[in-house]
């Protein structure tokens, strides 16, 4: 059979080629993931956050810009006694452990909600959303620098939202088992890589 190049997958938006869907390995968390995506994402071919969404079981994929924990979508998403959190740079913060240990404290349900988008797209979302804003803010101990060189803005101090939810997810269990969420995206850049000249 023979494909038509334009053809794009439905699930990753990648044209059928370029797909990176059978990459993609669905893992559990104990902590639960709620991102919020801006509408100028929903339909852009590197976004990321469509791989955490696949890939991690107890994860939300929402878009718009205002959004509400006591009405609407976002609250639908939160369980009992939740606890969100906010990955986000900005005062007050505290690191993922610092959150882990609060929560576990006074016994609520952990969400860590990521904002997927542009660095000015969160910064809309923030500002729409008047009760995010009361969210306490957790930042990643980071590592090392993105590996995102396909797109210049992004989240997160520069990182895409996989990467974000990979070192969210391996400093909140601990461990390394989540390294197989970034296969998809490496794959993603490395394909990228190749056409763009450096
Ligand atoms: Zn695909």
New binding site residues.
């Given amino acids: 059979m023979k494909l038509n190049k334009r053809l794009n997958?439905s699930?990753?938006l990648?044209p059928q080629t370029l797909?990176?869907?059978h990459l993609i390995e669905r893992i559990s968390s104990d902590l639960p993931i709620v991102i919020l995506q801006h509408p100028d994402e929903q339909n852009h071919p590197f976004n990321t956050a469509r791989i955490v969404r696949d890939s991690i079981i107890q994860s939300t994929l929402l878009t718009g810009t205002q959004w509400s924990l006591s009405e609407g979508a976002l609250s639908e998403a939160m369980p009992k006694r939740a606890w969100p959190f906010l990955l986000y740079t900005g005062e007050p913060i505290v690191s993922v452990s610092g959150i882990k240990s609060e929560i576990n404290e006074h016994g609520g349900t952990p969400v860590a909600i990521i904002l997927d988008g542009t660095w000015r797209n969160t910064r809309e979302i923030l500002l729409s959303s008047p009760q995010l804003q009361s969210v306490p803010r957790v930042a990643l101990l980071l590592p090392k620098t993105s590996t995102y060189a396909i797109r210049k803005s992004n989240v997160q101090g520069g990182l895409a939202t996989i990467e974000a939810a990979y070192h969210l997810l391996t400093q909140w269990h601990e461990n390394e088992q989540y390294q197989g969420l970034l296969t998809p995206f490496e794959y993603m850049v490395a394909q990228q890589r190749q056409f763009v000249p450096s």
């Fill in positions: 997958c699930q990753c990648r797909c990176h869907c």
